[in-house]
């Protein structure tokens, strides 16, 4: 603290001469509450800097204490199911998709992950992942759709779908999308069939069942000259029962249905030649979650 915060020093107009330096006279300090000060007044407290320092302490603590509250993956609960435990009905909350610390699987049939958990996240991770397989292009020809229906799908359902989806993969199909017999594009051209997950929703799961709910966007077209599909995106909402079979999630039985779509937004179309290359530069994704 320097001199000048002291009442009285950097001034003394109108005082008699201090001494300093000359008549060797002393300055004397009153106690406090003893007639008053000869400088005007009691010396201010000097502020110490603990009071600063608690300051600082209860904002880093409040920081922290909203940092974790926001921190994601919701509730730490117990994952049902596991182990073939009580069943958990879930509401219409999201599952939230932040890390739980869980391993994604390790296991591949080909491109397509398996091995999930028996836990809710590893039911929301394999319907997330068995939407991108069964809207995949891999679906439009013979041998790897046989190979998807075989990975995802119990066995019965996968031996029922393969003779069910041949129809919808017929020649005569395939070529209202630009397609040859065997599920070919033209040469010069792209075909684009990929699925995007938005979201995931565990409607219920029970010991060794599970029914879960994706919502996601869709590309689908042709990209190409003088293409008469042109790539365009679709909105829908897949719902899986799942059981538990071989250590992993197969699919029971599936539904389809369209939306919920939001308002298209202002992107300009872009053009065939732009949609093919970025479909040869990003790759889709094999594993969700």
Do not use: C
């Not at 565990?202 to 599970?210: E, Q």
């Not at 879960?212 to 190409?224: C, D, F, P, Q």
């Amino acid at each position: 603290m320097s001199f000048g915060d002291e009442h009285g020093h950097g001034g003394d107009q109108g005082r008699p001469d201090s001494g300093f330096g000359g008549s060797g006279q002393t300055r004397t300090r009153l106690p406090d509450g003893r007639g008053g000060d000869v400088y005007g007044g009691a010396r201010r407290p000097a502020r110490g800097s603990r009071s600063l320092i608690a300051m600082v302490g209860v904002i880093v603590l409040l920081v922290a204490a909203i940092a974790f509250a926001n921190r994601g993956g919701g509730d730490a609960k117990a994952s049902a199911g596991a182990g073939g435990g009580g069943g958990v009905t879930k509401g219409a909350k999201a599952d939230p998709t932040a890390a739980t610390g869980t391993k994604p699987v390790e296991g591949k049939n080909g491109a397509i992950p398996t091995g999930y958990a028996k836990t809710e996240q590893g039911a929301a991770s394999a319907a997330a992942n068995f939407t991108v397989a069964i809207n995949s292009d891999g679906m439009f020809k013979k041998d790897s759709r046989d190979l998807i229906l075989d990975t995802l799908y119990i066995p019965d359902e996968a031996a029922k779908l393969k003779t069910a989806l041949d129809p919808a993969y017929a020649p005569a199909e395939l070529g209202k999308l630009g397609l040859d017999a065997a599920g070919n594009p033209p040469q010069g051209s792209t075909f684009v069939s990929r699925a995007i997950p938005v979201g995931t929703k565990v409607v219920d799961i029970s010991g060794d069942t599970a029914k879960v709910s994706v919502w996601y966007t869709g590309l689908i077209g042709m990209a190409g000259p003088g293409s008469t599909d042109p790539v365009k995106t679709t909105w829908q909402t897949g719902t899986f029962d799942l059981r538990w079979l071989g250590n992993d999630w197969k699919i029971a039985t599936d539904t389809q249905k369209d939306g919920p779509a939001p308002v298209p937004g202002d992107n300009a179309a872009s053009s065939a030649d732009e949609i093919s290359k970025a479909v040869e530069q990003f790759g889709g994704f094999t594993y969700a979650r």
